[in-house]
């Protein structure tokens, strides 16, 4: 709701004209310039509002600049899934695979602080040389400035509200969504009524076929518990807890990164939580298992729901993006991201200790 109300009083194209003014010509400065802000939207207001909020104005910088659109576009995705463990509130999946035993902040910046900067890291090179022969050369033409309207001054106001409103939600242990759900309706109110625009319209944007996927996802969950399906898991979590530390971490990411692109990692985080829980387990094998449920959908457009979302953005816009043009940049950018960001994880683990 937000992010059609940003779009209607033109936050969007503002927001492209920074960017192709920040580029200041180059391919590579712009695409590095959208990765930096595709960072910061992940961390504060988590990897869905990067992939509904930023690929819209994404995709309007592109167009201006009258340049190749996918290598911009799939930073949206990518980082949306690589930045998504800085913080709690980066990903709905963490508060699903924690739910009551979410650490504290300071627990959880140690835990992921330092894997999560080496995936946003190792994923920005790997999707840099992919999309290598795609940044050379020089933007044509000046960015003309489009000054931002004091209605969307007040949008961007309020989705900087939102974030301030996670940030607090989260650090007081509140759930997210109806704080989230409040927010959205008192700012979109009041930028209609300051507008004198009908905010109906705004209520047809949201993804409505979107919500029923997630409930269906967490009606299948139910029936897995259900039928004692968590009695596997639980046995192969104990199974994995009893490798040698670095083999038990690398195991556990691997296997849990690469499921979430079977069933999506909202469900499979539900599935990781109740495990976890069960399994009374933590360290190391905790924290490769939430790295591995965040970073792995970044294999295919099948695995996190900030995926879907972006692909959602995309057909809005009469684009598209095959299964197998995911699959040929995720094949490479997923593992060389989820082996360092375990490697980080195992490394911190020998300094600090469990």
Not at 11 to 22: K, N, Q
Request: glycine fraction near 8%; charged fraction near 10%.
């Amino acid at each position: 709701m937000l992010s059609e109300l940003a779009r209607e009083h033109g936050v969007f194209d503002w927001l492209s004209s920074v960017a192709l003014r920040g580029a200041r010509g180059s391919y590579a400065r712009l695409f590095l310039l959208i990765y930096a802000v595709g960072t910061v939207v992940t961390i504060l207001m988590s990897n869905d509002a990067t992939a509904v909020v930023l690929t819209p104005a994404i995709l309007v910088a592109v167009r201006k600049a009258n340049i190749e659109p996918l290598p911009y576009l799939f930073v949206c995705a990518f980082i949306a899934n690589a930045a998504s463990f800085v913080l709690p509130i980066s990903n709905p999946a963490n508060l699903v695979v924690f739910h009551d035993q979410m650490p504290p902040l300071g627990r959880w910046l140690l835990m992921f602080g330092v894997p999560s900067m080496i995936s946003i890291v190792a994923t920005f090179c790997v999707l840099r040389w992919i999309f290598r022969n795609q940044l050379r050369g020089i933007i044509v033409g000046e960015a003309k400035p489009h000054p931002l309207t004091q209605h969307g001054k007040f949008a961007l106001a309020g989705l900087s509200a939102t974030a301030v409103v996670l940030l607090v939600a989260s650090a007081l242990n509140w759930d997210l969504g109806l704080p989230t759900c409040i927010v959205a309706a008192i700012v979109t109110t009041l930028v209609s009524i300051k507008s004198r625009t009908n905010p109906l319209p705004i209520l047809r944007e949201v993804s409505w076929s979107t919500l029923a996927l997630v409930a269906g996802l967490f009606v299948m969950v139910d029936a897995a518990q259900g039928i004692g399906a968590m009695n596997l898991t639980r046995e192969w979590l104990a199974w994995a807890g009893n490798l040698a530390p670095t083999s038990g971490a690398l195991v556990t990411g691997f296997v849990v990164g690469i499921a979430n692109n079977l069933v999506n990692n909202l469900p499979l985080g539900l599935i990781a939580g109740s495990t976890l829980h069960a399994a009374h387990a933590s360290g190391l094998i905790a924290t490769s298992l939430l790295i591995g449920v965040d970073l792995g959908p970044n294999l295919s457009i099948t695995g996190s729901l900030a995926t879907i979302l972006w692909l959602i953005a995309l057909r809005k816009e009469n684009l598209d993006v095959s299964f197998w043009s995911f699959l040929k940049v995720g094949i490479v950018a997923m593992p060389v991201a989820l082996f360092l960001s375990l490697s980080g994880a195992i490394a911190m683990r020998f300094i600090f200790g469990s």
